[in-house]
């Protein structure tokens, strides 16, 4: 590389790093000022949102499993795409990608400028949007400038205060699987959190709902969209059969056409892919085009860091299940693979979700369980706790603490019964992103 260009690289490295840590990481869903405020914000860019063609995906698990199908579909046909998710496991940047690749370091950069400068034009410091708002805004500024075809926008936490529900109506609202989770924060039963996600429904946008939603979710939804003025949009539901399932994805059977590959393991990925042909549909009603083998080929391609990502070479299954509807399909998928021998489990959890009913789902089906603490400094359960209340619930399964993720690694792979036993890596998405980061995977 040339001396000038490394010279320039380190430069923007040194300040991205610098910027990336000055963020106000508090999400702040709580305060009902805060999307007024990104509203405000948006309008001073010239609304950037208005410029877009954005689906936007909002529910408890699967929101990311299903943008990430969505995106290779729509590659794979032609169509080039913007993705907003949330969160990262090895580099900020994971949560803006165009056409699945990460914007760079010196293009965030630029976007982040461009929002400084209107804040000060505006009489406000750096500081008047946190982490998440801030990635929210420059999402959008990067897929305006990139000229995408189509944007999928994950919401982060909830509906109703969560920063995405700054953007104006969207071309469709789709909701992936409604469960308690954030309780604290987004309501105490599933009515209450889907009347906080509904809070999404906008005027003109069409409503898709995944099809095994829970009731009382779906009549929330229903009276949402009939409310604001949305349009409820229903598909003759397509029929997805399960060939064979292996680490390494599905092989499927769509209304009774085999050669379906899906590059992402776990049966409860055909709910999330069900979800993805009913956008297709809708897509194909407002006047876009798909090929049937073009299709095909972008799911046998899916990839997404942190769900249900199996590496063959070490036999390591890698998975962000973060709650206890995130865990069962975890469990569901260990069962139908009939494994010869229990996995290793390299478990760390926060301490605010319901990690004992996490662990009475996935305990009994594992040999034995290694502890380890969350990269999250505020909200990781330690790994000595974890340890603890495993032996206090299951005095007879193996427990052992590591002192950091290398050292988890390392002793599962030691442990283990031999290669042909599965070690699997779970619990939140700061599990994982401890393991890559420390434990060099």
Known sequence: MDKQLEKRET????????????????????????VPILREVLSWL????????????????????????????????????GHFSSPFIMDDREQIRINGEMITKHDFLTYYDQVVATFAAHGHAIDYLSYFEYLTVISLLAFVDNGVDIVIFEAGLGGLRDATNAIEAPMLTVFTKISIDHQNLLGHNIKEIAENKS????????????????????????????????????HKRDEIIILNTTPAGLD????????????????FQVHNFSIVLQIKAALIEKGMVFDRAKTKQGLANVRILGRMNYHEDTNILFDAAHNVDGIRGLVSALNAWHLKIKPTLILGVLKDK?????????????????????????????????AADILSDYPNIEVEVANDASAAISLAMRVRESSKALIVVTGSFYTLNAIHKEGGI
């Open 199 to 234: 809070a999404l429904i906008k005027s003109g946008t069409w409503v898709i709902n995944y099809a095994g939603q829970d009731i009382d979710a779906t009549k929330v939804l229903k009276a949402r969209t009939e409310a604001v003025g949305a349009r409820w949009f229903e």
């Open 354 to 386: 319901d990690y004992h009913e996490m662990l009475d789902e996935i305990v009994p089906f594992v040999q034995r369980v290694i502890t380890v603490t969350p990269n999250n400094k505020t909200r990781a359960l330690s790994a000595d706790e974890l």
């Open 252 to 267: 499927l059977s769509i209304n009774g056409e085999s050669g379906y590959f899906l590059s992402m393991s776990g049966a």
């Open 46 to 81: 010239d609304h950037p949102d208005t410029k877009l063609k954005i689906i936007q995906i909002a529910g408890t698990n699967g929101k990311g499993s299903t943008g990430a199908m969505l995106g290779a579909v729509l590659k794979a046909n032609g169509y080039t795409y």
């Open 11 to 34: 430069k923007i490295l040194a300040r991205y790093k610098r910027v990336i840590k000055s963020f106000d990481k508090t999400w702040r869903v709580i305060d009902d000022t805060r």
